[in-house]
């Protein structure tokens, strides 16, 4: 069971003024659903949370950065409230919460992808490790994966270098430069695979590990290869996956991969 709490009314509030009362109100709220059931507040760690950079105030990009800063302002309230009303807060290390809880939990419980992050924060404030399912150990393992999603990013590198060559805007070239550097690095992140993945332990600690987050490869190599998008808004088709490790269910009863694999066209790196 988990109650959310939505910052749309932050975005709606009229001036700076308003969206400080909104956000102490759901601080307000939080802190007291706390002492009502007796338990602590589970957060990121406050020093671990991006600044907002300096934008031009328009498109996604502006919004996300907005959310960023009243995210941030929210726990800090939270943490202020809590300490005055003797609410234990258990701050925890962010690292891949946002991954591990659309790869594991929002398939596998049925969550959104933000709630399944805040699943996996709540976890990590318990003390508890994030295996790795064993059908995505099978399919890390799976050379037929490694060289489909190989082959995806081979291919949209090539693509994008080839409109890139043809573009005459500055700012599309620039555009197309940036995404064209995102394909190589997740190319080269899968190829490094090669070796083996980094221990379980060191990953969900938030260490850095000699071998390789496979959590990260597996984002790589299932969201934007056979889910088309680099954040999908349905997870649900990842637990056959999760569970057997069959990715290529898709060519059966699950239809052709929503990405479309290495001729996948009209795919772009947000």
């Known amino acids: 069971r988990h109650l959310t709490l939505s910052l749309e009314e932050v975005d709606r509030a009229p001036n700076k003024g308003a969206k400080e009362l909104v956000l102490w ?21 406050l020093r671990y949370l991006r600044k907002s950079r300096r934008g031009d105030g328009s498109g996604r990009a ?54 399944a992050a805040a699943y996996v924060i709540g976890r990590r404030a318990l003390g508890f490790r994030e295996k790795l399912p064993r059908g995505y150990e099978r399919l890390l393992r799976d050379e037929r ?21 043809q573009e005459r805007n500055p700012y599309l070239r620039r555009r197309l430069s940036r995404e064209i550097g995102k394909a190589k690095r997740h190319l080269s992140l899968f190829s ?21 987050n496979p959590w990260r490869v597996l984002r790589v190599g299932l969201f934007l290869p056979l889910l088309g998008r680099e ?37 772009h790196f947000g």
């Open 62 to 115: 502006f919004r996300r950065k907005q959310h960023r800063f009243a995210y941030a302002s929210l726990l800090r309230k939270v943490h202020s409230l809590a300490r005055k009303r003797g609410v234990q807060v258990v701050e925890v290390n962010p690292q891949d919460t946002s991954t591990i809880g659309m790869l594991k939990y929002a398939p596998l419980l049925s969550l959104s992808k933000d709630v």
């Open 192 to 212: 490094s695979l090669q070796g083996s993945p980094g221990s379980q332990r060191e990953v969900t600690d938030g260490r850095n590990s000699p071998g390789v």
């Open 145 to 165: 994966f490694r060289g489909h999603v190989q082959g995806f990013y081979a291919s949209k590198v090539q693509e994008l270098q080839a409109k890139k060559a």
């Open 231 to 267: 954040v999908p808004r349905d997870l649900s088709p990842l637990k056959v996956i999760l569970h057997r490790g069959a990715w290529e269910g898709w060519k059966g009863g699950l239809g052709p991969p929503p990405g479309g694999g290495p001729k996948c066209a009209n795919v």
């Open 25 to 45: 109100k759901i601080a307000h709220e939080v802190v007291s659903l706390a002492l009502e059931h007796g338990v602590a507040v589970a957060t990121e760690r």
